[in-house]
């Protein structure tokens, strides 16, 4: 089976690879079509079904999957969120979402002030490309759970309920 994974992201792919251990994978740059800091989860899950869905429209595939990070409010306080989609040809479309976190407020401040938070956790880790390795969820847990293995956990739930449909 070819899976497209809407992202040249390496945790995300890796996240993909490990759950679709068998089939080929292939990472393309898929828009997701919501703000580039998504703050809600309406809009990351929407981010995530636009990524899987343009996958099967631009590239040959048997299914593709878009992996989204956000931040969402809960009561007082900004949390991280993060959704996934699985598409398949037949337009089936199987979301999930994953762990979240609270952020510290000095990091809400930045991204209230437009910052990505990939950008906001280069400069608050003093590190390169946290959103291709360890990830805010990796910073802020002790590197406890990685951005791959939290997009994995996703993975295993599209996975999941795209086999017990059996479509």
Known sequence: MNIIVGSNNPAKIAAVTDIFSQDKITGIQA??????QPFSDAETRLGAINRATY????????I??????GVMYVDNGLYLCNWGALVTKNNNVFTASGARILLPSEIENELNEGVELGDVMDAYAKRQDVRKKEGAIGIFTNER???KEMFVHVVKLLYGQWEYAGV
């Open 145 to 147: 759970i990685s951005r």
């Open 31 to 36: 828009p997701s079509q919501v703000s580039a």
């Open 64 to 69: 593709g999957v878009g992996l989204e990070g």
């Open 55 to 62: 996958c099967l429209q631009e590239a040959s595939g048997d």
